[in-house]
């Protein structure tokens, strides 16, 4: 099974490329970007030295039908997906803040509370939660986008005191995060699970706010399944999940957290298939389609350059 872990594409009109963990990003004519979605995959702040067949796929076409079904509460980037792997889109001015949206109590956010805390991110939290507990009502805690190292918490009022983002554009994006998390929750819902928690990016053009980047991608996301939320949060026991743990669990069960002196364990070709088996059933889960593998006879990069080529040239 092929897997694209590298590109180095150059088209027409191409400004710059960014090389990120997962995404190649190409800046066309500073008006549009190009992201291709490759098969990279990272845990623990590191990309793993082998590429999953299809993840890419997975991740863009999950993320362009959940753009598709919230441009009724927002605008956002997304123009078109002329190849499997690739969305096109109008560049915006990214805030340096990612909205973070949580309706249950849990991963990080737990692992703080059992320290004691009781205020993320300036919301206050009451005494007495357990884990996986549902908020009242879903609550926001957004972080600042670092350029090098972790993103920062940081809550509403400094962003605005430190004018990252202006109280205008802050309000908009607050009530953005809102709805299109209460839509994705309902989509969710239909298909037997709870959208837990997500993180939304926006960015500015022509004065307007758009939601950018990805969206309720399992890279993203956390999603729960629902059959059987009650009854384990009632007995303290894990929750099923959907999301990209099971990998970062056999990391740890591979004595890997990307701490000194630790060894990355090799990554079969027998693991790395394991591993898109089941992104392919995290997208026909969230998204109750059936999942159809993009043509992999010749060289998906050469694919991909033809399709975004045509695209441009159609579109100049």
Not at 46 to 68: R, T, Y
Not at 74 to 98: H, I, Q, S, Y
Not at 121 to 135: A, H, I, T, Y
Request: aromatic content about 10%; some cysteine; charged content about 30%.
């Amino acid at each position: 099974m092929k897997a694209l872990t590298k590109t180095d594409f150059h088209f027409d009109g191409q400004k710059s490329v960014y090389h990120g963990k997962v995404r190649d990003v190409y800046d066309i004519n500073d008006d549009l970007l190009v992201m291709v979605a490759t098969d990279r995959i990272s845990a623990f702040d590191v990309v793993l030295p082998k590429g999953i067949p299809f993840k890419g796929q997975v991740l863009n076409q999950i993320a362009a039908k959940f753009l598709d079904t919230t441009t009724d509460i927002c605008p956002n980037w997304k123009l078109a997906t002329p190849d499997p792997m690739v969305t096109v889109g109008l560049k915006c001015e990214g805030f340096r803040v990612e909205m973070i949206i949580r309706s249950i109590l849990t991963g990080s956010a737990w692992r703080e509370y059992q320290k004691g805390c009781r205020e993320i991110c300036g919301v206050k939290l009451p005494d007495g939660m357990r884990e996986n507990q549902r908020f009242p009502e879903p609550i926001i805690t957004p972080t600042t986008k670092a350029d090098e190292g972790h993103d920062m918490n940081i809550s509403k009022e400094e962003i605005i005191a430190q004018g990252i983002v202006s109280a205008e554009d802050y309000a908009v994006m607050e009530d953005y995060t809102r709805r299109i998390f209460a839509r994705g929750q309902e989509i969710a819902a239909k298909q037997g699970l709870i959208l837990v928690d997500t993180k939304y990016e926006f960015g500015k053009r022509d004065g307007k706010v758009y939601l950018i980047d990805e969206i309720h991608t399992p890279d993203s996301s956390r999603y729960f399944y629902a059959d059987g939320y009650e009854e384990k949060f009632e007995k303290g026991e894990p929750q099923r999940q959907l999301s990209k743990e099971f990998v970062r669990q056999w990391l740890i069960e591979h004595n890997f957290m990307n701490e000194p002196g630790q060894t990355m364990p090799e990554i079969t070709d027998e693991y790395a298939e394991s591993v898109s088996d089941r992104y392919i059933e995290l997208y026909e889960h969230i998204t109750g389609e059936k999942f159809d593998k993009a043509a992999e006879e010749g060289d998906i990069a050469a694919r991909i350059e033809k399709n975004v080529s045509e695209w441009l040239a159609a579109h100049k």
